[in-house]
């Protein structure tokens, strides 16, 4: 058990994601993003070459009654995620998430559902996982601008890229990034598998962590847009007293997916260097085909 022995991980389909689209989706003139956006980047990349802002967005009557639809829908008994079992093995994949407020869903990268599966771990053992990139041919790191890196990673397209190339990472556990342990140097293109050792110490506190991508480029796309899960050390056994260790434990795992910042990110990822974009394959909703990153 953990040291609070009450961890809950959410995975309720309602409050997933986050619409800001109207807010944050646009780089309408005057806004701090466009700001942000004309001051680092458009000086050195023609505007025109750039994708602009959403484009066929659903209206507000059309969000109008997909919510009405929502509310009227019984809502879903929360579940806890699936606990991973040896031997571990995570695959990272294209995974439907569905919005009912505003109607369809989307296509992202994740490990089959959202929340991915729970990892447990004692301290002393091997965290050793086979992790399998089964995402689909994209770009690689060939798309990148590394030119204009001095601009910085704000508002920056020019860095965005390797949106297919994946990792693994371990956040908050006190191990070695070295060789095959949790090293976020490392990366699996698509269809390639790397496998990860990860020596966990024995005197190492119990507590509830996370995984999620970590390649350089690509990582707020993947772990932003649902490709994350809890990762937890147990306590020792006797380690707490025997009314905290024989409390029920309950998972709660709260994840939150900026429906405009995944689009944008998707969008830039795929930018060609003359402004021409490559197939957009995920990050489309299909009930509102024309709605994407790009005018």
Request: aromatic share 8%; hydrophobic share 40%; proline share 8%.
């Amino acid at each position: 058990m953990a040291l609070l022995a009450f961890r809950a991980f959410l995975w309720a389909q309602a409050p997933r994601l986050f619409l800001a689209a109207g807010a944050e989706g646009t780089c309408s003139e005057g806004s701090e993003d466009a700001a942000m956006f004309q001051m680092r980047v458009t000086e050195h990349i023609p505007a025109s070459a750039l994708p602009q802002g959403p484009g066929g967005m659903p209206s507000e009557a059309q969000l109008a009654r997909a919510k009405a639809r929502a509310l009227a829908k019984e809502p879903e008994e929360l579940r806890e995620p699936e606990v991973l079992q040896r031997p571990f093995k995570l695959k990272l994949q294209e995974t439907w998430i569905d919005t009912p407020w505003i109607s369809g869903g989307f296509l992202t990268r994740a490990y089959g559902s959202i929340p991915g599966p729970t990892i447990r771990v004692k301290p002393g053992e091997v965290l050793d996982i086979e992790f399998e990139n089964g995402l689909g041919p994209g770009r690689g790191f060939d798309s990148c601008d590394v030119s204009l890196a001095n601009l910085g990673n704000a508002m920056n397209p020019s860095l965005i890229c390797a949106l297919n190339t994946s990792s693994l990472h371990t956040h908050g556990l006190h191990v070695s990034g070295e060789g095959i342990g949790d090293n976020v140097l490392r990366f699996a293109r698509p269809g390639e598998t790397l496998k990860y050792e990860i020596p966990v110490p024995k005197n190492h506190m119990g507590g509830t962590h996370w995984y999620h991508p970590h390649v350089h480029h690509s990582t707020a796309s993947q772990a932003g847009g649902g490709a994350h899960g809890a990762l937890i050390v147990e306590d020792p056994e006797d380690y707490l007293p025997k009314e905290v260790a024989d409390m029920p434990e309950k998972m709660f795992f709260l994840s939150l997916v900026n429906l405009a910042k995944m689009m944008r990110l998707e969008s830039w990822g795929l930018l060609k260097t003359k402004g021409e974009m490559v197939e957009q394959v995920l990050w489309k909703n299909p009930e509102y085909p024309s709605w994407k990153w790009s005018e």
